[in-house]
């Protein structure tokens, strides 16, 4: 998979990579945050319908996510969220390292990576797809049944098709996404009363809704594969060993949506610098501050700690790791003593050993 990464100009306006002038292209076009259920449907049926048609399967991916650059320049006068605003996007469910690792596990050919704007969300649909017939020879468009395009997103399937037809210049293929149906998430407070809106079950706003509240094996069903996150491993307080158990706390940016604050079942996979797998272990996953420790170290940060279930000496000090979460297994508790916790972490690891089905895999 080659990947391009274009950035609009002030205007909007996109130089569009040069493809392979003698084919057309089937393409795409989302955030795909997550790289859901859903998602995948939509892009395979992009890959498959282009190895028919001796085509190139090609995603156009959005980010940041086109509802935190709109949600910034409501807020600040129109104004276009920096790069560093945009790191901030602590809602996405994946980063774009992870999804793009995603698409091309699915066989994409190019994946263009365009930084969405204010100015570029400006554009027509009817220009934005002129844009890509022209530049990228796209002979057809395939989206999901509820996907929308353009200024106003008032480019839906209907109008989409409407426009396909009268200049016979490209094909709309229609997906249908939707899953198993529909749920409703939270969304804000109106008058002193929560809100929801309705959303579908395949969706990254109900997968982001099931990992705040701890529902992992939820999010698993939606994902098709364990929620995850990627980090550094960084130098803690070492008491994991004292405790019976070697620690991998994850500091620094950490990739993927934080589950709510709790212990989980699952696995802590170590990563080479190209971020392939070398090994995991079965762990147990803290997400939370130390409260049993709270009065010894003070208050502190959220973080993530992996409990390994091993009998090896980890060293795993700046690698790049994984952590998978399988299921929830309780809250987070404080403790009166460290008996007491190392007690309950003995329960945790065999919990632990339970869910995942064995304790590490080469």
Not at 239 to 265: Q, S
Request: hydrophobic share 40%.
């Amino acid at each position: 998979m080659k990947t391009h990464f274009v950035v609009p100009d002030e205007k909007g306006s996109v130089t569009w990579p040069t493809l392979r002038i003698q084919k057309r292209s089937i393409v795409t076009i989302g955030t795909f945050d997550g790289v859901h259920l859903g998602h995948q449907s939509v892009i395979k049926r992009t890959v498959d319908l282009a190895k028919s048609y001796g085509s190139l399967s090609v995603v156009i991916l959005f980010d940041p996510r086109p509802a935190v650059v709109h949600s910034y320049g409501a807020l600040h006068d129109g104004a276009e969220i920096s790069d560093a605003e945009a790191a901030n996007d602590t809602d996405s469910v994946s980063s774009t390292t992870q999804r793009l690792r995603w698409i091309g596990e699915l066989g994409v050919d190019h994946v263009i990576v365009v930084r969405y704007t204010l100015a570029f969300g400006l554009q027509s649909y009817m220009f934005f797809l002129g844009q890509l017939t022209a530049k990228l020879g796209m002979r057809t468009l395939v989206l999901g049944t509820d996907a929308t395009l353009g200024r106003g997103r008032k480019g839906n399937v209907e109008s989409i098709d409407r426009l396909a037809q009268a200049t016979r210049m490209f094909e709309l293929d229609v997906v249908n996404d939707r899953g198993p149906g529909f749920t409703h998430v939270p969304d804000g407070v109106l008058n002193g009363v929560e809100v929801s809106k309705q959303v579908r079950i395949w969706s990254s706003s109900n997968v982001r809704h099931l990992l705040s509240n701890g529902d992992v094996d939820g999010a698993r069903k939606i994902l098709g594969r364990p929620h995850l996150v990627e980090g550094t491993v960084i130098h803690g307080e070492q008491r994991g060993r004292t405790l019976g158990y070697p620690t991998a706390n994850l500091g620094g940016t950490i990739e993927g949506f934080m589950p709510a604050d709790g212990v989980y079942a699952g696995w802590l996979i170590d990563c080479d610098a190209e971020g392939t797998e070398i090994k995991r272990y079965a762990s147990a996953v803290s997400i939370g501050t130390k409260l049993t420790f709270e009065d010894e170290i003070g208050k502190q940060q959220r973080l993530l700690e992996a409990n390994a279930v091993t009998d090896e000496w980890l060293d795993l000090y700046d690698h790049h790791v994984r952590v998978e979460f399988i299921s929830r297994l309780r809250g987070q508790m404080k403790f009166d003593s460290v008996d007491d916790l190392v007690a309950q972490m003995k329960k945790d690891v065999a919990a632990t050993v339970q869910e995942c089905g064995s304790t590490n895999q080469a």
